[in-house]
């Protein structure tokens, strides 16, 4: 996510690598972004994958089941956080599904940005949302493909008008574990891999025990 890109940056190394880790960072979390597909048992639905309104609430109930707290070990970075994670909650009475990305130093967690998803009944698909903190926003949609895994496509739209496409594609491993592969188009229009998380469900919620700051 673009959103969080300038605060990674302040702890990366030389400009050039502070670009291109904080861009392979904001794409593999922006994909999402995401997170999992549930396992066809679980769902009771066959290999095609769930839809329509059903596949927005299996994704928000998995993705906020327990904790709704996911994490991810950090890329090296010297000065950078030692792990990346990720919060869902539901709101408007579960209609609504709220991420908020977060970068853990130690004890501490340092708020990076907030998204959304939701069921747009009139063009019958899964909408996603995100305002970026430098007046940009991000939109796209997302779809299963099949009872495993889901893909999540994104365009961000910076102050200046210009669009960069994003495309990631989320596969459950189990049922506390899924892993997220970021892409990019490349010059010729191919989507190129950036990045892959592999992210664990917490046992237990960070904000009990951690000093939080951006929110």
């Known amino acids: 996510m673009n959103s969080i ?9 030389s400009a050039g690598r502070r670009q291109r880790a904080s861009s392979r960072l904001t794409l593999a979390l922006a994909a999402w972004m ?16 769930p839809t329509g309104v059903k596949a927005f609430e299996h994704m928000a109930e998995y993705l906020t089941r327990g904790t709704g707290q996911w994490r991810a070990a950090a890329p090296p970075r010297n000065g ?12 408007a009475r ?9 970068m853990y130093y130690g004890n501490e967690v340092r708020v990076g940005s907030k998204s ?16 970026l903190p430098n007046g940009g926003i991000r939109m796209g949609t997302t779809h299963f ?8 496509l994104t365009n961000a739209i910076g102050p200046d008008g210009k669009t960069a496409p994003n ?35 917490g046992s237990e919620p960070a904000r009990n025990g951690a000093k939080t700051q951006g929110r």
Not at 173 to 201: C, F, I, M, P
């Open 80 to 91: 950078g956080p030692d792990a990346l994670g990720l919060w869902f909650e539901r709101g």
């Open 94 to 102: 579960g209609k609504l599904l709220e991420l908020t990305v977060v």
């Open 34 to 49: 995401s997170i999992g597909v549930f396992p066809s048992e679980a769902l009771g639905q066959t290999e095609s994958g």
């Open 116 to 131: 959304y998803w939701f069921w747009h009944p009139g063009r019958r698909e899964i909408v996603y949302q995100e305002v």
């Open 5 to 13: 890109a300038a605060f990674i940056n302040t702890h990366l190394g």
């Open 167 to 201: 495309r990631g594609e989320n596969v459950i491993l189990s049922e506390n574990e899924h892993r997220t592969t970021a892409y990019a188009r490349d010059a010729a229009g191919k989507w190129v891999e950036q990045l892959a998380l592999t992210w664990v469900r």
């Open 145 to 152: 493909t099949d009872a495993r895994t889901f893909i999540t």
